[in-house]
Nanobody, 124 residues
Framework: QVQLVESGGGLVQAGGSLRLSCAASLRTFRTYIMGWFRQAPGKGREFVASISFRGSTTNYGDSGKGRWTISRNNDKNTVYLEMNNLEPEDTAVYYC?????????????????WGQGTQVTVSS
């Protein structure tokens, strides 16, 4: 059974940083495109970042561009999201997702597996 387990969320002041981790129980983790999405109360799920199989290609949504970094460690079956300069508008549940689509994607439906999410709250 595939499991994606996020960790690293919490409460932080504006301007602070957090590092999210997602541990995947995927036997062939290195063959999955990995992504991060977020969902704020009353809003749809929003693309944050995605990364290719080997980590050589990344893509970011407007929310995190220039502030955040996605990375992966295929030996540890883990994907990370380093978030700097957090703003209250970044408050949301952050989800890790895995795709077999073969290329990095911003589209929710391209991702087959999802974690339960981790709450990030940024205070002003």
């Amino acid at each position: 059974q595939v499991q994606l387990v996020e960790s690293g969320g919490g409460l932080v002041q504006a301007g602070g940083s957090l590092r999210l981790s997602c541990a995947a129980s995927l036997r062939t983790f290195r063959t999955y495109i990995m992504g991060w999405f977020r969902q704020a109360p009353g809003k749809g799920r929003e693309f944050v970042a995605s990364i290719s199989f080997r980590g050589s290609t990344t893509n970011y949504g407007d929310s995190g561009k220039g502030r955040w970094t996605i990375s992966r460690n295929n030996d540890k079956n883990t994907v990370y999201l380093e978030m700097n300069n957090l703003e209250p508008e970044d408050t949301a549940v952050y989800y890790c997702a895995a795709s077999t689509g073969g290329r990095i994607s911003t589209i929710v439906s391209d991702y087959s597996y999802w974690g339960q999410g981790t709450q990030v709250t940024v205070s002003s």
